[in-house]
């Protein structure tokens, strides 16, 4: 009779060529500076932003089964306290955006501990009241311009760096990094532990819960930990704009719409889906948005006729029909008979 | 010989990939009693809520009153004459116990059973068909589901597990009113895990290992031997 | 002192409109377990069917009842038929996304149709019309039918639901579908009843919404949070508790506004967030009615 040894792995052969491909794509997006013409990189930039908001809404309801439609809260948030920052407080804007992090996190727990009485459905609901009350509590805040809002005073741009030039590029590296970072925060985090905690409660949530995993744990530490993300992005975003308004920085279809409808097309559940998804997205917005009111319609019948026909999103289906994985994230079970001499069984 | 009424034709029967049922076939002559025993996991559930319409077979068929009925949906077989007391009862909690047998006759077959009829053979639930259906005791919570099946008028009743959980004494007083059931044509099919209440209440048994037909009689030809060689499979 | 007399009743009047918002959310989770985001924009919808009715057809806004509830009632038994009921299991994410897309789609779809531009139903002498409750105390006509509306509304679901057959079939399916369907009730049918019967409590509450104020495409979400937070206050799954859920809101946004207009809504949410916080069931969870 045989042995069987067996190893756990995560990279599979598709795995490793994705690996590959990102090195070099990503050394060709940091040199995009020198290649790319201004336009280029504020789109770019964008992209990255919307890759990192949607990686983070996915982990949330894709992985946590947390479904908000309240991450404008934390966008808006962010973004807010970015300007307040440095326009109350004097702060560099680069070091503000790693302020709001944390302050958005600590502000995210009280946050979290009112919605979670919240079950399900209603959860999603109730997270949309929070970001309401945030933008209206930001439209009282008169030293940031109220409801009108207002625009980062010259002097702190300038503080950025001296030239035009200089601060595009400083901002689309910081758009960058920050994006890769989020983007191995959310491998890193899905590789450990607690990522084999989060697929438990995705797949069953009652099993997981009998099996010793503290699924509200985790879920607090999660949405927690994605506040911390969304509002740094957040707070890039409006250093890049330049300017907020309670209503732009606390917009339901820009930062929560379009998330969804990115991460749904893409795959959710699915570390993948939402790079995807960003990609088709950019590409529908650049060709239908001429159609004004149209193309949003059509956003909208396309990701209900995925989320019915298709619910693992565009990723799925091809991950599915290859057995494709661009990073190394499921785990294989690697079986291998050794011959043993014949031990009584 | 008549056609029976109902003629369930060598079906199979999967949850997902794992095949509950190979190649079942049973009959029911009108107005017969017929017995469907078998240790836990033998697939008598299983061949019950298929009947009914909740499950459907991959293979074979399921012939009722001459028509096929193995792809119609639960609430189309109800209205054709086949009605299901599920095992566990499954009362309606929100609903009072008069509320859960009116909903029986939601399918409107014509026929003899109406409350009136109920309450008689089950005083006790004329008594309390006020009351939400929870407050009521597991053995009368049987009969209130054996109610609100028969308010269908069916030509055809399937009884799950009648007697899980009560008590031998509330057991025998429930099986003392079948006849009075039967009285009037109705077929029964009854699955049971108490053999000897079984035997005495149906002509007709059938005995399921694993998913299989392991033995087929009249009750009272079977030997105490053969069906529990055919119930353990030894 | 009649100053805030007059304030509290009016958004006691008011709350009659957002308790109507949150009856027909409720009928359905409690149906169906099903959390509508397109509530909101359904309401809206209603609102732009009837500046249809009554503009092609010449009829007053209440009139125009008659054709803009079997209406909306027709279009939700279709939705639900045709695509909500895909929607239903175990998983959460299907109904929840596949209604926020829906809510794109209807409020996009009404501005190309429409346009971003404001419109109200124009319901003549009786808007104006006031009369006098006690001394200094006056009630709008039109708010004072609204609430009566909304009561009769609640106590007809209220009835429906524990004196019908229809209302029967709600509860069983509501308890335990597959028995249901052993009853002999389709499950799919008395989903889609559930939503044309939602949807014809939103029609009466978008006329009211539309003759009581200026409305555009993108008023929905707001309608949705309103209703939503009076099922929350009021407490899941009871009828009546959304009309006192929907009161204290209304109420909570009159005070709100009178301190400070920019404070209307707010006062709402932080409501709604205090009754959150410290008694999450809301005020009345299930009664038996």
Redesign the interface.
Known sequence: MSVVSHTVQHATRSSRIGVALIAVTLIALALAPFWGDRQTLRLLAEVYAFVALASLWNLL?GYA?L?S?GQQAFVGLGGYLLFWLVIVLGVHPVVAIFVAGPVAALIAIPVAA?TF??R???F???T???A??FR??A??ISVLGG?SGISLPAAAVIAMAPTRQAREFEIYWLALALTVIVLAAIVALLRSRHGLALTAIRDNELAAQSSGIGVFRIKIIIYVLVAFGTSMVGALIFLQKLRISPDTAFS??DWT?FV??IT?IGG?GRIEGPIIGTIIFFIMRQTLSDL???Y??I???V??VV??WA?KGLWGLIAERYGWQALPLQRHLVLKPTKTSGRPS | MPDPLLDIRAIDVFYGDFQALFGVSLRVNAGEVVAVIGANGAGKSTLLKTIAGLMHPRGGDIVFNGAPVGNAPAFDVVKRGIALVPEGRRLFPSLSVEENLLIGAQSKRPGSWNLARIYELFPVLAERRHLPAPSLSGGQQQMAAIGRALMSNPSLLLCDEISLGLAPIIVRDIYARLPSIVGEGLSVVIVEQDIAQALKASAQVYCLQEGRVALQGEAHELTRERISAAYFGV | MTEWLNIILQGVLIGGLYAMFAAGLSLIFGVMRLVNIAHGDLIVLAAYVALMVTTSLGLDPLTSLVLVVPAMAIIGYLLQRLLLNRTLGDDLLPPLLVTFGLSIIIQNGLLEWFTADSRKLQAGAIEVQTFQVMQGVWVGALPFIQFIVAVAVIAGLQQLFYRTALGRAFRATSDDQSVAQLMGLDTRHVFAMAMALSLAVVAIAGVFLAVRANFDPSIGPARLIFGFEAVIIGGLGSMWGTLVGGVILGVAQAIGAQIDPGWQLLAGHITFLVILAVRPQGLFPKVSG
């Open positions: 309801a089964g479904v439609v009112l009485r919240l399900g459905a209603y999603a609901i109730g949309w009241v929070v309401e009350v209206l509590l439209s009282q409801g339901v279809n719409a969804i409808f749904v959710i004004g009111s149209l949003l319609l956003m909208g019948a990701a209900i989320m019915l619910p």
